[in-house]
């Protein structure tokens, strides 16, 4: 069984920094892409950010755009997001998810693995 588990997440002031760490474990194959989701109060989950495994290649939400990065530590199976000059607007839950392969977007309708969430909040 995939597992994610979130972690990092907590209370932060309008331009602060957070990490987000997902550490993902059960799954045994070498395409997929890992990312973030972010769901606030009364609106869609969106999609943030994700890295390929293959090629590291990358997605931003552009509203995150230079201000979040995705990393990851293949040894570690580790997911890092690095949530820099945070604003208000991203406050939501954050959710670590996996695809199987390739993706030709970062639609919640195709993860296949969903970790169970973690919060965060941003105050000015």
């Known amino acids: 069984e995939v597992q994610l588990v979130e972690s990092g997440g907590g209370l932060a002031q309008a331009g602060g920094s957070l990490r987000l760490s997902c550490a993902a474990s059960?799954?045994?194959?070498?395409?997929?892409?890992i990312g973030w989701f972010r769901q606030a109060p009364g609106k869609e989950r969106e999609g943030v950010s994700c890295?390929?495994?293959?090629?590291?290649?990358?997605y931003y939400l552009a509203s995150v755009k230079g201000r979040f990065t995705i990393s990851r530590d293949s040894a570690k199976n580790r997911v890092y997001l690095q949530m820099n000059s945070v604003k208000a607007e991203d406050t939501a839950v954050y959710y670590c998810?996996?695809?199987?392969?390739?993706?030709?977007?970062?639609?919640?309708?195709?993860?296949?693995?969903w970790g169970k969430g973690n919060l965060v909040t941003v105050s000015s």
């Open positions: 059960g799954f045994y194959f070498d395409d997929y892409v």
């Open positions: 890295i390929n495994s293959i090629d590291n290649s990358t």
């Open positions: 998810a996996v695809t199987r392969g390739a993706t030709p977007s970062w639609a919640a309708a195709g993860v296949d693995y």
